[in-house]
């Protein structure tokens, strides 16, 4: 046989895997990014006294202002995951839920090591068709990563992400009372804060401005005499708001309510 032939043959077959390969891996793109649209991201969330959802870049720009987990690991990545997402705050560990866009988890590994952990390569854990990505922190701290579905987790505390992946029953949302206050709220704010403190559950839109920020939404209370403000409003935590304003009102079987925060100076 020709020489030119055998080359000509070869070149063929070589083009004809890379099509093959190609297909595949754009199939496999297809089949996570279905299953990630398909998934309900509340599905995943493990009972927290407090969470956000993050509606808008201005809504996580708004949050990085107070919260120190979402400027350093939420932000340099925002622009390969997909909004709106979920940030759940364990007091000592927050953890991180969204849909990412298909085919940037190399991307998101990358900076992961190089941009927030700045760490040696991480330690790889595998747990059935479960991978944790363990990023060095100092203090002997981890920054845990997992991707599963197309939604990616990432956690201070790796049993907290271990509850996400396994469907732990106990969810944020198992008791509907968040849920439907949020369906009560308007989506136009950048973030909603939920809070769960004292039997009550509240779910907040935020408006950040200059000089102060405007919480405004529903909480669950008998009456208004039984409210219990929510004492774990995040930017007040941070030293950077004073609380000089609160509104109440009955609506229906809900109590609604606004928050004024003035920024200190």
């Known amino acids: 046989m020709p020489i030119k032939r055998i080359v000509k043959i070869a070149s063929l077959i070589a083009l004809l895997l890379l099509i093959i390969s190609a ?3 754009m199939f496999q793109n297809l089949i996570q990014s279905r299953m ?4 309900n991201l509340m599905e995943y969330i493990p009972d927290a006294p407090r969470m956000i959802k993050v509606n808008t870049l201005q809504g996580l720009n708004n949050v990085a202002s107070y919260n120190s987990f979402v400027e350093e690991v939420v ?3 925002k622009r390969y995951i997909n909004l709106p997402f979920y940030i759940a705050d364990y007091d000592k560990n927050h ?3 969204a849909k990412i866009i298909p085919g940037n988890e190399d991307i998101i590994k990358q900076i992961l090591l190089n941009k927030v952990t700045h760490a040696p390569y991480p330690k790889v854990l595998n747990d059935g068709d479960i991978t944790l990505l363990f990023y060095a922190l100092p203090n002997n701290k981890f920054l845990v990563c997992s991707f599963y579905n197309g939604i990616m987790g990432i956690c201070e505390d790796y049993k ?3 509850m996400m992946l396994n ?3 106990n ?7 968040a849920e439907n206050l949020l369906s009560k709220l308007k989506d136009s704010y950048p973030s909603h804060t939920f809070i769960k403190s004292a039997g009550q559950t509240s779910v907040l839109g935020m408006n950040v401005y200059p ?3 405007i919480f405004e939404g529903f909480m669950t209370a008998p009456d208004l005499n039984t409210i219990s403000l929510p004492s774990k409003l995040p930017p007040v935590e941070a030293h950077s708001v004073e609380v000089v304003q609160v509104d109440t009102m009955r609506k229906r079987n809900d109590i609604k309510i606004k928050i004024r925060l003035n920024k200190k100076s």
């Open 36 to 39: 990630a649209h398909n998934s």
């Open 23 to 25: 297909g595949v891996y």
């Open 160 to 162: 907290v992400l271990e």
């Open 211 to 213: 000089d102060s920020i």
């Open 75 to 77: 932000d340099p990545l």
């Open 167 to 169: 469907g732990n029953r």
């Open 95 to 97: 953890l991180l839920i």
């Open 171 to 177: 969810n944020f949302f198992d008791d509907g009372k």
